[in-house]
């Protein structure tokens, strides 16, 4: 097998995809956040939480479309996988932010270089099972017969 087979292969496999799509978001998503809280800390009282915003509002972005083209391959509807994506997504990042991040920096001291990483492997999982059976679920042609009654 070649070099190139071995890899079309390896990316054929869907759970390698999100993998990829999601190291991809993550790190846009670490380096934001470490440098604005880096850049801001001191001068807001919720660095932490205002880097954390702006580092979601750029890595989902990234995260959406790549899942959207490359991971799941999906031709459905842009505004209602938005929706969807977001749903899951705003919900991701509360769990993360507002208790995890919250839990592992404020409480036990671990440092927001090692605590980010934990919180996103933590959420990783149900992540992709709610894109892959929710959000962009393929969507089963009907038969011309249902078309008319449907």
Request: charged share 20%; net charge positive; hydrophobic share 50%.
């Amino acid at each position: 097998m070649s070099v190139i087979q071995y890899v079309k292969n390896i990316l054929s496999k869907q759970p390698v995809r999100y993998l990829i799509s999601s190291c991809v978001a993550f790190a846009v998503d670490y380096a934001v956040i470490l440098v604005l809280n880096s850049v801001l800390h001191g001068a807001a009282v919720f660095s932490l939480e205002l880097s954390a915003v702006a580092a979601f509002a750029l890595s989902s972005q990234v995260n959406f479309w790549i899942n959207r083209k490359f991971v799941f391959r999906s031709a459905g509807s842009i505004p209602k996988e938005l929706g969807g994506y977001y749903s899951l997504a705003l919900a991701s990042f509360c769990v993360k932010t507002f208790l995890l991040l919250e839990l592992f920096v404020r409480v036990f001291g671990i440092p927001l270089a090692i605590s980010k990483p934990l919180a996103e492997v933590i959420m990783f999982g149900v992540n992709f099972l709610v894109q892959k059976k929710i959000i962009f679920k393929k969507r089963e042609k009907k038969k011309s017969g249902d078309e008319e009654n449907g």
